[in-house]
């Protein structure tokens, strides 16, 4: 899908309804704008249901004021028009009370975002705007003031959030970001203490490039790779929609036959990936015209280490990540199912996935079907595509659960006669 082809109205309806269906505002908060070519400002309307938001429910105020649309535009009009005149580049304003954020606003702090490579890098440094009268003049000054300084995101005093990009979507994508920063940031907190990367390492995640691969164009598609591409497809749409993956992070690749498999693209949004965006690996290869995810010499070295795995995962959910940003275990004999399916769970060195991938791919054994990466990612492997999502799941919701016992009490793990026995009834 080319995003930017389709009409301001299509562009704020869509994304609004992935910000409400994402539980990431309500019925009457939050709004979207964007700026267009002739200075009109396409809003969300006032007082309109933003669960069942259509493109005919869009206002557009041109640059003489005049308000064209079925509705009166946001009461928060005023701080959109502020920002725009405020900076130049800007052309779409994102605002919205996702609960984490807002969080973060009640106490009146930022996000770290230097809890993960890249976020700095997507979202910037993030601004702080005071309390103001919502859809008041006075508070649109304060924010607009906040974007005059540079900041492209902006946290509100005891609000919520605006992001301004230079299209919607890039804006959609700074607030997903850091709306998933907060989340994990919370959660970390919960069980330990998060650990902020160095300077020197995020300056290495940012060294971070391509690998320099040979291109070729497949001469057929067998029906084994259009089944598998179109299973990959589904899959990842599932997990985007199980807060498994944002909209341009979380990797996944199929084994075909040989010395080729199928991987995810490189910067492409999850929720709306096709068959053929997916990328083909031959034999070192990569399938010409597309750019394929920058782990894949990681996915390429477990392929070739390992006759048994067929799948492979990489993402980045905040409740297993909350234990990869903290010095804390994560202990899967919590229950059967956990144990079962994740057994044994290293936590590895940041930077290690691109800096040796040859070292991390040796980690995945029968009995080590899945690792963490400090203040990165979650790597899994599996049997096959549904049997390594199966695990991400697992790990994410047992995650989730240990996080939420650290408030009942001691976390009492399955004891070694009981593993001895799940081992024996599942031959494990």
């Known amino acids: 899908m080319n995003f930017a082809m389709l009409h301001p109205a299509d562009q704020i309806m869509m994304i609004m309804e992935r910000i409400y269906g994402y539980g990431m505002t309500t019925t009457s908060g939050g709004n979207l704008s964007i700026l267009d070519d002739n200075g009109a400002i396409w809003i969300t309307p006032a007082g309109v249901d933003k669960g069942s938001l259509s493109r005919k429910d869009i206002v557009c105020v ?80 304060r924010i607009a003031s906040v974007f005059e300084r540079g900041f492209n995101t902006v946290m509100l005093e005891n609000h919520g959030i605006v992001v301004g990009g230079e299209n919607l979507f890039k804006a959609f994508m700074a607030f997903e970001t850091l709306e998933f920063c907060a989340r994990l ?113 990681l996915h390429q070295s477990i392929y070739e280490k390992h006759p048994h795995i067929e799948s492979i995962v990489i993402a980045h959910p905040p409740n297993i990540m909350a234990f990869a940003a903290t010095k804390e275990p994560f202990d899967s004999r919590t229950i059967p199912e956990s144990y079962i399916l994740l ?58 659960a240990v996080i939420s016992s650290k408030c009942l009490g001691e976390i009492i793990p399955i004891d070694r006669p009981q593993i001895a026995e799940l081992e024996r009834a599942f031959n494990l």
């Open 62 to 141: 041109q640059p003489d004021g005049t308000v064209v649309g079925n509705y009166k535009p946001s009461s928060e009009f005023p701080f959109h028009e502020l920002i725009y005149r405020s900076r130049k580049d800007i052309k779409a304003v994102l605002h919205a009370h996702p609960p984490a954020l807002v969080a973060f606003s009640i106490v009146r702090q930022t996000p770290n975002i230097y809890l993960l490579p890249g976020v700095k890098q997507i979202c910037g440094e993030v601004g702080m705007a005071e309390y103001g009268l919502p859809g008041s003049a006075q508070l649109g000054e």
């Open 185 to 297: 940031q919370i959660k970390a907190n919960r069980i330990g203490e998060p650990v902020t990367l160095t300077k020197e390492q995020i300056e290495q995640s940012g060294c971070k490039k391509h690998p320099d691969m040979e291109e070729f164009a497949p001469s057929r598609f067998g029906s084994r790779e259009r089944e598998a591409r179109r299973e990959m497809c589904a899959l990842i749409h599932r997990a985007y929609d199980q807060k498994l993956f944002t909209s341009t992070q979380g990797t996944f690749s199929q084994r075909l036959e040989g010395r080729s498999f199928l991987i995810t693209p490189y910067d492409k949004d999850r929720k709306y990936l096709e068959a053929d965006d997916i990328v083909r690996i031959d034999d070192g290869r990569k399938e010409a015209g597309k750019i394929p995810s920058r782990s894949v010499l």
């Open 343 to 400: 057994r044994n769970i290293p936590k590895l060195p940041f930077g290690a996935p691109f800096l040796q991938p040859q070292a991390v791919a040796d980690v995945f054994r029968p009995d080590t079907p899945i690792a963490m990466v400090e203040n990165d990612c979650v790597i899994v492997t599996g049997s096959g595509l549904l049997n390594a999502f199966d695990r991400l799941e697992v790990a994410e919701y047992s995650a989730k």
